[in-house]
């Protein structure tokens, strides 16, 4: 069946680095865009960034360009978001969504937290 | 960026009776070229991930029981439950995908009367 497995979340303190992956499975990865969304503790959905089925077209959330890079290996099936300059306001829930129309499979989720 | 507001933040139904969340965006969201509105629903329950329950403001995803429905065109968009059951008992969420970023609605809390 179709899955998406994140992996990589962790504690971290403020400014350094984090790199998460969503191992996907059960259907042709190579052909979906794939997006990452987050949920801060008790609050609600924030989309981050999103990739093309080729990885030709990234979009960012005003609030992580220039510091996230979204990236996918289609030969691996494994989506990535590379986190620099962490804050605080990071800390959150992460994950990834394979979409169709929307957002049709998510993974469960893996926790960041920036703390110092 | 497109802002989308829900109403109300929660609400509180009987069961079996039917429960209404409102979703509204600050600009259409309906693409003229395909007549479609990029408006999808999710719900989200304690511990989960958000659930696909509506695309295209008003298709049903697989799978999805027959009692949730979706309306609305351009800027003003409703999720229905017509008759609310114990499992309904979530978070729901609007979402629209017309133009990144691709944003929330702030959620809407639904609970048994």
């Known amino acids: 069946q179709v899955q998406l497995v994140e992996s990589g979340g962790g504690v971290v303190q403020p400014g350094r680095s984090l790199r998460l992956s969503c191992a996907a499975s059960?259907?042709?990865?190579?052909?979906?865009?794939m997006h990452w969304v987050r949920q801060a503790p008790g609050k609600g959905l924030e989309w981050v960034s999103l990739i093309s089925y080729d990885g030709s077209q990234k979009y960012y959330a005003a609030s992580v360009k220039g510091r996230f890079t979204i990236s996918r290996d289609n030969s691996k099936n494994t989506l990535y978001l590379q986190m620099n300059s962490l804050r605080t306001e990071d800390t959150a829930v992460y994950y990834c969504a394979k979409v169709e129309v929307a957002y049709d499979c998510w993974g469960q989720g893996t926790l960041v937290t920036v703390s110092s | 960026d497109i802002v989308m507001t829900q109403s109300p933040d929660s609400l509180a139904v009987s069961l079996g009776e039917r429960a209404t969340i409102n979703c509204k965006s600050s600009?259409?969201?309906?693409?003229?070229?395909?007549?479609?509105?990029?408006l999808s629903w999710y719900q989200q329950k304690p511990g989960q991930p958000p659930k696909l329950l509506i695309y295209w403001a008003s298709t049903r995803e697989f799978g999805v029981p027959d009692r949730f429905s979706g309306s609305g065109s351009g800027t003003d968009f409703t999720l229905t439950i017509s008759s609310l059951q114990a499992e309904d008992v979530a978070v729901y969420y609007c979402?629209?995908?017309?133009?990144?970023?691709?944003?929330f609605g702030q959620g809407t809390k639904l609970d048994i009367k």
């Open positions: 979402q629209q995908y017309y133009s990144t970023p691709y944003t």
């Open positions: 600009q259409s969201i309906l693409y003229s070229s395909n007549n479609k509105n990029y």
């Open positions: 059960g259907f042709s990865f190579s052909n979906y865009g």
